[in-house]
């Protein structure tokens, strides 16, 4: 373990990697965003979620291997049932940022996120823009209003949030405008995320986003139920299949394997611009 | 046709240099940490080794031709040919000939391989000391992990009906 924790660490020194682990806690939503990378949606046929035991395992690894952070993904987070209880333990072990829609905060749901305050969980809501119609547009009817109902109240329990906005159409002025709003509910610029769509998964097939380039994007090893990718861009859905073109292994038990071949894989690829960390 | 790019990172090395592969290999992308083990493995089996090519093809047709594997038998056929397989021993191991019109040597071979495929039980020491006639005891070991290699291939092809060369997926 400890040459594979040494070679993560010049990884990670020389710009090759990532420091974060992504996990994919399911593909199942109760949206179904225009842009979405994994198709996801309410109708999904096949959840592809992990168990709660896994995603621990992968943290707990993840640390040992030299990993600093998580990040965890979906679909929508919330979805799982489990997902405030795993939240709280995750969070002592590693700085997390979860994303999530924010749909699902009810005041129950709300009461369980309690614990997360002042800890290092930061939730990354998405909204797209100030307006209403044209937010929902992308993600789905009342989105606007639920987002903008849940911010205050999970800000007011003192969890952390982040705003992140996929831009395709919006303008400069509806940006700026958006940052306003972001800053009336007590969110930072530095917690505002702006990313582009990209182009794989549902998006390519509404011919939205930016294609990525090999070096577009900073490898950092993201975990799925499907097995480990390249990074959280990579576990991309079309008409119903998962995208192999950036998997890295099957293989995600024990983490080392699966770090094993993505190091072996990063260590190949030349350095990138680093342009869009973070980004989902 | 998907291509090298569509293709994870570790199994691209088993494409062609321009980017294509065979319908099997890319079915086997889907796994690209068990190609890591599987390739090299079937390489080494079924390359020439201390049994010449052709014989090894004549044992690759015979089992596809008893697991009646249209992919593999498409396949190697050309393989065969290439390899200096005769007409009429593939006629005869495809069931189109006869078999007791193969060589003495050839003819063994086939009676092994046949025996292993179909009820590998079966197997008597008679058999084995006709077939050590011909051929040496490690090459008999060989020809048996080829004819069993073989059969797990043969299955694997018609189980996902992966399509013959030629027609795409």
């Known amino acids: 373990m400890t040459g594979l924790r040494e070679t993560v660490a010049t990884g990670i020194a020389d710009g090759r990697m990532g420091e974060r682990l992504w996990l994919y806690a399911t593909y199942h939503c109760n949206l179904a965003c225009s842009y979405c990378l994994t198709e996801s949606s309410p109708q999904i046929a096949d959840r592809r979620a992990l168990d709660r035991q896994s995603m621990l395992d992968a943290v707990y690894r993840a640390r040992d291997l030299g990993l600093t952070c998580v990040g965890i993904t979906g679909g929508e987070t919330f979805m799982l049932p489990w997902m405030p209880d795993a939240l709280v333990e995750i969070g002592r072990i590693m700085p997390t940022i979860v994303l999530t829609n924010a749909t699902l905060f009810t005041d129950r749901m709300l009461k369980r996120l309690e614990p997360l305050a002042g800890s290092d969980v930061a939730l990354q809501i998405s909204l797209d823009s100030d307006e209403p119609e044209r937010n929902d547009e992308w993600r789905g009817p009342d989105n606007f209003t639920k987002v903008l109902d849940a911010i205050p109240k999970l800000v007011a329990r003192g969890i952390r949030v982040r705003i992140a906005t996929t831009v395709e159409h919006q303008t400069e002025e509806e940006l700026a405008r958006l940052c306003t709003l972001h800053r009336s ?59 192999i073109d950036l998997l890295v292994s099957r293989q995600t038990r024990p983490l080392d394997r699966a770090m094993a071949r993505f190091l072996q894989i990063t260590a190949a690829m030349p350095i990138g611009a680093d342009v869009v960390r973070n980004i989902r | 046709m998907p291509g090298a790019e569509q293709a994870p990172p570790l199994a691209r090395v088993y494409y062609r240099g321009d980017g294509s592969a065979s319908a099997l290999t890319r079915s086997f992308a889907n796994a690209p940490e068990m190609m890591e083990t599987l390739m090299p493995f079937l390489g080494q089996i079924m390359d020439e080794s201390s049994i010449d090519l052709a014989t090894k093809e004549l044992v690759i047709m015979r089992v596809s031709q008893l697991n009646g594997c249209v992919y593999c038998l498409a396949a190697h056929r050309p393989v065969a040919i290439e390899a200096g397989v005769p007409d009429d021993q593939l006629a005869a191991i495809c069931d189109v000939g006869e078999l007791d019109a193969l060589p003495p040597r050839e003819r063994a071979i086939v009676a092994w391989v046949d025996q292993v495929t179909c009820d590998a039980g079966g197997v008597t020491d008679r058999l084995v000391a006709a077939t050590l006639d011909h051929v040496r005891d490690h090459q008999l070991i060989e020809l048996t992990v080829l004819a069993g290699t073989i059969t797990m291939l043969n299955q694997y092809c018609t189980a996902f009906q992966i399509p013959r060369p030629g027609v795409d997926l």
Do not use: K
Request: proline share 7%; aromatic share 4%; net charge negative.
């Open chain 1, 185 to 243: 509910l007590g969110i930072s610029d530095d917690d505002h995320i702006v990313r582009s769509v990209v182009r794989r998964g549902r998006a390519a097939l509404q011919g939205m986003g930016a294609e990525l380039g090999p070096d577009d994007v900073l490898p950092e090893l993201t975990v799925t139920a499907e097995g480990a990718f390249l990074h959280p861009f990579a576990p991309t859905v079309r008409n119903g299949r998962t995208d």
